[in-house]
C-alpha cells in the first residue's frame, strides 16, 4: 500500500493469518531492496533483501516477493503476531545511489 | 551484532541552543548517515560519511553541521535550528557506501527525538 497524502496506509490482519505489504517503486535501475520494521519511537529494523537478479527470498516467516517487470515489491508474513505491528518501509537502491524509501505501510495486528 | 547506539534519546532546545548529537558503531562499518524522520513520513536522507569524509550532503541548511571523528563515530552539530526541525534524527552504518548488493544494507539506531521549542 502507497500513501495517499498525510495518511500513512494501513493494513489490519487478524493474529494468525498472513499479511502482504505492498511497494511500488519507480525506478527501473534499481537492483536492491530491503524491507525495514520500525515500532513506535524505535529506528527502522531490517528484515529482509534481495537483488535484482532473485525473484524471490525467504526468511523467518518472512518472504520478499519481486517483479521488475511492473516494479512491485512485496513482503509477506506468515502467522502474524502482535509483536509484527509496526510500519513497514521499503528501500531500493541502484547500488551507486542512496537508498530511497517508500512512504510506509502500518500493519495492525488484531488479537 | 548489529547494533548502532543514538545518544541522547531525547533533546530539547531553544532556537540559540547549541547541541550534538552523537552516533557511535563497533560493526567495522565504513560509511555512516544522518536521517530526518517526521511523523508518518519515511526517513530522509541529511548526509553520507564514507571512510570518514562526507560523501553527500543533500542540501541540507548550514544550521545542521555534520562531524565524523574516527570511523566509529558520528555527530551532527546543531546550531540556531527552528521549531520545523522538530523530528527523529537517525543515524545508519553499511559496510560499504555503494557497490555490491549486501555491503550497503544499513542498519539504524534507535534515534534521537529531538524538540525545538
Known amino acids: 500500500g502507497e500513501s495517499v497524502g498525510l495518511h500513512l496506509p494501513t493494513l489490519s490482519v487478524q493474529e494468525g493469518d498472513n499479511s502482504i505489504i505492498n511497494c511500488a517503486y519507480s525506478n527501473s535501475a534499481s537492483d536492491y531492496f530491503i524491507w525495514y520494521k520500525q515500532e513506535s519511537g524505535k529506528g527502522p529494523q531490517f528484515i529482509i533483501d534481495?537483488?535484482?537478479?532473485?525473484d524471490k527470498r525467504q526468511g523467518q516467516r518472512v518472504t520478499v516477493l519481486l517483479n521488475k517487470t511492473v516494479k512491485h515489491l512485496s513482503l509477506q508474513i506468515a502467522a502474524t503476531q502482535p509483536g509484527d505491528s509496526a510500519v513497514y518501509f521499503c528501500a531500493e537502491t541502484s547500488g551507486n545511489t542512496p537508498l530511497v524509501f517508500g512512504k510506509g505501510t502500518r500493519l495492525s495486528v488484531i488479537a | 551484532d548489529t547494533e548502532v547506539t543514538q545518544t541522547p534519546k531525547h533533546l530539547v532546545m531553544g532556537m540559540t541552543n547549541k547541541k550534538s548529537l552523537k552516533c557511535e558503531q563497533h560493526?567495522?562499518?565504513?560509511?555512516m548517515y544522518w536521517y530526518k524522520q517526521k511523523a508518518k513520513k519515511p526517513p530522509e536522507l541529511m548526509f553520507v560519511?564514507?571512510?570518514?569524509?562526507?560523501?553527500i550532503n543533500e542540501s541540507v541548511p548550514s544550521r545542521f553541521s555534520p562531524e565524523c571523528p574516527n570511523s566509529s563515530l558520528l555527530n551532527l552539530h546543531l546550531h540556531a535550528l527552528q521549531p520545523e526541525d522538530s523530528a527523529l534524527y537517525l543515524c545508519a552504518s553499511s559496510p560499504e557506501e555503494a557497490g555490491l548488493a549486501g555491503l550497503e544494507t544499513q542498519y539504524f539506531g534507535p534515534g534521537t527525538r529531538l524538540l525545538v521549542l
Open positions: 534481495i537483488r535484482s537478479n532473485m
Open positions: 560519511y564514507s571512510y570518514e569524509k562526507l560523501s
Open positions: 560493526m567495522g562499518h565504513r560509511a
